[in-house]
């Protein structure tokens, strides 16, 4: 029955372990509201615009059902770990991701870190993010794979 309040600083471990985090990358919030793509991994650049509803490449229409499978599984890609900002000094860059969203530039930089895992840095978050080379794999896309 009294009127003191106390604060207290450094229990998050205790109300929030790691299990609990939310591991969503979030590079795209909307993708009907994403315009344009840039895919760059091992030197091949595959770049995608929108144009009205149709998805191009260079002159070419993309299949759309390809495209929107992408910008899913960008929009649900999901890390195993979060790490420390540190971690990312001296690791070499294996590729990236760009995507404009609501004439927002967005992109996500991959680090190769093991035969397992990538590290991953998004110009969304401060966060540094562990991916499972199995999702990063599947972000690999070229030309031929929205066009054939």
């Known amino acids: 029955n009294q009127n003191d309040i106390f604060d207290a600083e450094s229990f998050d471990s205790a ?19 994403v315009s344009s793509i840039e895919i760059n991994f091992e030197d091949k650049i595959t770049k995608l615009e929108k144009k009205g509803n149709d998805w191009k490449i260079g002159t070419n229409i993309a299949k759309k059902d390809r495209v929107d499978f992408f910008l899913n599984d960008l929009k ?6 979060i790490l420390l900002k540190d971690t990312l000094i001296a690791q070499v860059i294996s590729g990236y991701i760009s995507v404009k969203e609501n004439n927002l530039e967005k992109k996500i930089t991959f680090y190769s870190s093991d035969k397992d895992n990538y590290l991953a840095k998004s ?6 993010f562990q991916i499972p080379t199995v999702y990063v794999s599947s972000l690999k896309k070229e030309r031929k794979d929205f066009v054939e």
Request: glycine residues 0%; proline residues 3%; hydrophobic residues 30%.
């Open 15 to 33: 109300f929030y372990p790691d299990d609990y985090r939310d591991l969503a990358v979030r590079l795209i919030t909307h993708e009907n509201k």
């Open 76 to 81: 649900t890609l999901k890390a195993s770990d």
């Open 123 to 128: 110009s969304t978050s401060d966060s540094v």
